[in-house]
């Protein structure tokens, strides 16, 4: 991982390969132990994460058959139902030590949000907002499709785990799930939307403009 930004006491780091779910479970748990606040952008391998919020007629698929195809099922303590993971995506995940700086889960929250919509608005150069009945962010214009799939967990005054940007990945993993009690098709992704073009650089500035917006809002 490489280490991009430093301010406010708060290190980005950036992973250029592909990191286990599981991986980062114990990580964010060790962060919350030892309250060490950071922000991690990476991608996972295929898996299906569901929420203590996740009903069961929402995953489609056996787990024998999700084996079968090589994607992990994971249970997490975070808020929110299925969702998936694929190569491909911008995973973004905060660390942020509520209690420390002062700042309430529904602060953190506005100020997630709208460092999401400032990063693709600069990056992409189209908006997207927030739908006020379904967690995430979604298509200015088309506002059924959802882009930016969420799941904060804030225990002990400490958040962990954050948003997932659907860009170059397939969109694949996410047809053995009724996403977030969505439907498949009503996710959506850069590279649907003809916005994959020179893919890397972009990642790049996206992530350093949602840091730098996210930093300057934070307390």
């Known amino acids: 991982m490489t280490k991009f930004l430093h301010r406010k006491g708060l290190p980005s780091y950036l992973f250029p390969s592909i990191v286990p779910y599981k991986r980062y479970v114990k990580f964010q748990e060790n962060s919350r132990k030892n309250r060490r606040e950071s922000m991690l952008f990476l991608e996972h391998s295929p898996c299906l994460t569901g929420g203590i919020?996740?009903?069961?007629?929402?995953?489609?698929?056996?787990?024998s058959l999700l084996s079968s195809l090589g994607v992990e099922l994971v249970t997490l303590q975070r808020g929110g139902d299925f969702t998936a993971h694929e190569p491909g995506q911008i995973v973004g995940y905060l660390h942020i030590d509520l209690k420390k700086r002062n700042l309430s889960l529904g602060d953190f929250l506005r100020i997630l949000?709208?460092?999401?919509?400032?990063?693709?608005?600069?990056?992409?150069?189209?908006?997207?907002?927030?739908?006020?009945?379904?967690?995430?962010?979604?298509?200015?214009?088309?506002?059924?499709?959802?882009?930016?799939?969420?799941?904060?967990?804030?225990?002990?005054?400490?958040?962990?785990?954050?948003?997932?940007?659907?860009?170059?990945?397939?969109l694949k993993t996410f047809s053995l799930i009724n996403p977030c009690g969505a439907k498949t098709e009503d996710m959506t992704s850069l590279l649907r939307l003809g916005k994959d073009k020179d893919f890397p650089k972009r990642r790049l500035e996206f992530v350093m403009s949602f840091t730098q917006t996210f930093l300057d809002l934070l307390p």
């Open 53 to 63: 919020g996740a009903k069961a007629e929402n995953l489609l698929v056996s787990p």
């Open 113 to 170: 949000n709208q460092s999401l919509v400032v990063a693709v608005r600069e990056t992409w150069g189209f908006r997207v907002e927030e739908n006020p009945k379904a967690p995430g962010l979604y298509l200015a214009e088309e506002p059924k499709l959802k882009l930016i799939s969420e799941g904060i967990y804030a225990k002990s005054y400490f958040t962990s785990f954050g948003f997932a940007l659907n860009a170059v990945n397939d």
